[in-house]
């Protein structure tokens, strides 16, 4: 048996995934397990996750891939950037790296202190790039597809333009660091007074109730060049500093104005700048899959990378970039490199046993009906086994509830696919601040999205097919918008989520007693969690925020619990 444990660690977002004769048996991300959000040290609870649930051990690992190359980062910048060290940020930039490099030093360490003698793996470490672009490949499912990687840095390149066929990869072109469209990005996202490699979703929710006052000042920053690469104006943009403290150069700042402070009062400008930002990010990707595209001569897209998870991108590529088909991978993150730097040392070392692409992104942990209710039954709780469970929560979405449900495995990536999913009614214009003031507590310009069952999708969003993981926008049908008002954004769009009877049979039937009782296919989608924490992984999890929150029921099939009125 070939076992692999992929794995991502001592940066952002640590995760693992096990991949046994191609097959992927599970994939975690450590956050869920430490209740600490992007959580970046080694991964010891979703390994021991993942060895139980394979019932192995330690010494059945025949390979650890690590999904980045240690040092070469460091090399290559201290070389590229020489002229650069002695200036402002360059110390603080090198330094950063060296200490990089140290921690991911110890990654041997790590596992022989956690896993004993019986571990003796070997190690492979592999190109960051490539992990993402694997990574996405595999999932998609597709027997060959083009593929487009977009992120801040790893290694030394910023993005990668490639193709995959069943034996070979191939690289068309490569952006490298200072080039990169993920720092520019989060430059926006600290300018805007958010949280870089955190938040560039609220900038990106935000962009949408502005004006491109500035689209002519960001498309100097960020640009392609004709041979299809990232190209980013350092002039204007001290990027060398990195995704938490790249700036703005002073006469950057006296056009756009200065950086927004934490608790001011968003303005028209802060949103025109995010909608300026968003627009030519948007269209540097969309020119990135183009030249992919004539470039590659194939039909299919794959885009990873954490800018992969930029869905108004996505959306537009996947409109406009002359593909048949386009997948963005929904673990795009650097967590989902674990899946990606373990199928790289598979096909390399086991190319006669083929990789088996998996159904969906329910890949994390599951509970059975004994373990929830030993759970309910420690805690002195009061609950229900109701005889049509998929009915009665479809009755209470009804009825104005606020359904938090918790079911099988949990999702690998940032989306809350059904499984640990908030859901409410997406006809009330009022749901959006009735989540936002009694459980999710976030800005009010972010939108929620729509769970819509995959046959009638066309009928609610212009040219949706499918689009299982909520990481691609779609325009709302124009006579549809009035009615779905919570799900749709201030610019008549929707991040969207198909849900078919053979992804999520549980979750489908939630959907379709809903359509049944109100003739809406669809219901509001939120993750199970509040803000500042990862969603919820266990029964105990699910139950603190239950009752740490103004949601009305918890559904743990198959059992129910509600709140009485007044309760919290």
């Known amino acids: 048996m070939a076992v692999i444990l992929g794995l991502n660690c001592f940066k952002h977002d640590a995760a693992a995934a096990l991949l046994m004769d191609g097959q992927l048996t599970g994939a975690a991300e450590e956050e869920r397990f430490r209740r600490q959000k992007h959580f970046a040290d080694y991964p010891r609870e979703t390994i021991d996750y993942l060895l139980e649930d394979a019932g192995i051990g330690p010494g059945d690992i025949d390979h650890v891939a690590y999904y980045m190359k240690p040092g070469l980062v460091t090399i290559d910048n201290l070389i590229g950037s020489s002229h650069y060290i002695f200036k402002s940020g360059g110390v603080q930039f090198l330094l950063s790296q060296l200490n990089g490099t140290r921690k991911m030093a110890r990654i041997s360490d790590c596992f022989r202190d956690h896993l004993g003698s019986d ?64 720092i520019y ?37 960020l640009g392609c060049t004709d041979d299809g690469r990232i190209c980013v104006n350092t002039r204007m943009l001290d990027i060398w500093r990195g995704a938490h403290h790249a700036v ?8 756009i104005g200065p950086p927004r402070r934490k608790g001011e009062e968003i303005s028209s400008r802060h949103q025109n700048i995010a909608c300026s930002a968003q627009r030519a990010l948007e269209e540097a990707g969309l020119t990135l899959a183009k030249y992919l595209r004539r470039k590659s ?23 406009e970039a002359g593909f048949d088909r386009t997948y963005p991978f929904p673990a795009s993150h650097d967590g989902g490199t674990s899946i990606g730097a373990a199928v790289t040392v598979h096909r390399k ?82 749901m959006k601040d009735i989540l936002n003031s009694i459980v999710k507590h976030r ?75 109100t003739g809406v296919p669809l219901v509001l989608n939120t993750s199970f969690n509040v803000r500042g924490e990862p969603i919820v992984m266990t029964p105990v999890d699910a139950i603190r925020c239950f009752y740490g929150t103004g949601i009305d029921a918890l559904a743990l099939p198959p059992f129910l619990m509600e709140k009485h009125p007044g309760q919290i």
């Open 248 to 255: 703005f150069e002073p006469a950057v700042e006296k056009l």
């Open 349 to 430: 070392l086991y190319p006669d046993i083929p990789v088996v692409p998996p159904l969906n992104m329910y890949l994390g942990p599951c509970f059975s009906e004994f373990q929830i209710e030993t759970v309910l039954r420690q805690s002195g709780l009061s609950r229900q086994k109701p005889r049509n469970l998929t009915d009665r929560i479809a009755e209470l979405i009804q009825e104005g509830k606020v359904v938090a449900v918790f079911h099988g495995r949990m999702e690998f990536g940032p989306r809350a696919l059904g499984n640990r999913s908030i859901l409410a009614d997406p006809r009330r214009e009022d």
């Open 297 to 319: 001569g194939l039909d299919h897209l794959v885009i990873s990378g954490g800018v992969g998870l930029n869905c108004v991108m996505n959306g537009l590529i996947e409109r």
């Open 443 to 517: 800005e009010a310009f972010r939108p929620f999205a729509p769970s819509c069952l995959e046959e009638y999708a066309g009928e609610y969003f212009h040219d949706c097919v499918r689009s299982e993981y909520m990481i691609k926008t779609y325009p709302v049908a124009k006579d549809r918008e009035m009615e779905i008002p919570a799900v749709t954004h201030v610019d008549g769009t929707a991040r969207v989520q198909t849900v078919s009877k053979d992804m999520n049979p549980f979750y489908y039937r939630i959907i379709d007693c809903f359509r049944q009782r």
């Open 185 to 221: 990005y989060s430059a926006i996202t600290k300018h805007l007074g958010f949280q870089p490699d955190n938040d560039e979703y609220k900038v990106m929710g935000l962009s949408s109730y502005g004006e491109p006052e500035f689209l002519d000042l960001f498309r100097q920053i």
């Open 119 to 182: 571990f003796r793996a070997d190690f492979h470490f592999i190109d960051h790039h490539l992990s993402h672009a694997a990574g996405g490949f595999f999932c998609s499912g597709y027997s060959e597809a083009a593929v487009i990687t977009m992120d801040g840095v790893g290694d030394r390149d910023t993005s990668i333009l490639g193709s995959f066929t069943p034996d070979t990869y191939r690289i068309f072109t490569r952006s490298v660091f200072p080039h990169s469209p993920g």
